[in-house]
């Protein structure tokens, strides 16, 4: 089992719709999770972090953590065709800085 | 404010050379952190440097080192490149809190 799992895609979404990205992980000591934006053959660029159970809203991103199910998403609403990216979910374990990536999610967004 | 910066941008080399990769943190970090991201997967850890050490290392081999200067930069040295060594190289850095910020990358090719 990977240590942090997401499906791969592509996610095709329309305009204006809201967008739905998963990330599940195996490590129940993981405490701190990240949602990483990556245009192709650019760096990943940080969108959203969380570190306890619920929501997090920061303008059109909202993340939701759910430790008792290991369960991490992020959800984009109003999506814009500059949102189709690669979306990568990375946590943290306690006591170690060290993040661990999923293979990340594709995203499309078609006008 | 400038951001965390890495050079080369870009980079081809020959089987069983050396390489080094230069990265600057972002003002008012302290800690480096160098990921390897192969074509289609997340990035995956090689190592930390704080204070001048190596605090954590990825499953990496030795061929992979480091180093991290009295200013908080850092390089990356490989040694012996091997094909499979192609990638894109990213740096990050953190501060206080443990959300880390990435470079533009390194992209280099083994040929």
């Known amino acids: 089992q990977k240590e942090v799992e997401q499906n791969s895609g592509p996610l095709s979404v329309p305009e204006g719709a809201i967008a739905s990205l998963n990330c599940t992980y195996s490590?129940?000591?993981?405490?701190?999770f990240f949602w990483y934006r990556q245009y192709s053959g650019k760096s990943p660029e940080l969108i959203m972090s969380?570190?306890?159970?619920g929501d997090k809203e920061d303008g059109r991103f909202t993340a939701q953590l759910n430790k008792a199910s290991q369960y991490v998403s992020l959800l984009i609403r109003d999506s814009q065709p500059s949102d189709s990216a690669t979306y990568l979910c990375?946590?943290?374990?306690?006591?170690?800085?060290?993040?661990?990536f999923g293979t990340g999610t594709r995203l499309t967004i078609i006008p | 404010d400038a951001g965390v910066t890495q050079s080369p941008t870009h980079l081809i080399k020959t089987r069983g050379q050396q390489v080094t990769l230069r990265c600057s943190p972002k003002?008012?970090?302290?800690?480096v952190s160098w990921y390897q991201q192969a074509l289609g997967q997340g990035p995956q850890f090689i190592f930390q440097y704080y204070e001048e050490e190596e605090r954590q290392r990825g499953n990496f081999p030795d061929r992979f080192s480091g180093h991290q200067f009295p200013n908080y930069s850092s390089e990356l040295n490989v040694n012996a490149l091997l094909l499979g060594d192609s990638a894109l190289y990213l740096c990050?850095?953190?501060?206080?809190?443990?959300?880390?910020?990435f470079g533009q990358g390194t992209r280099l090719t083994v040929v």
């Open positions: 990375a946590v943290t374990v306690f006591g170690n800085e060290k993040l661990t």
């Open positions: 990050a850095s953190s501060g206080e809190t443990v959300e880390a910020f």
């Open positions: 490590d129940r000591g993981s405490q701190s």
């Open positions: 003002s008012g970090h302290d800690t």
């Open positions: 969380i570190y306890s159970n």
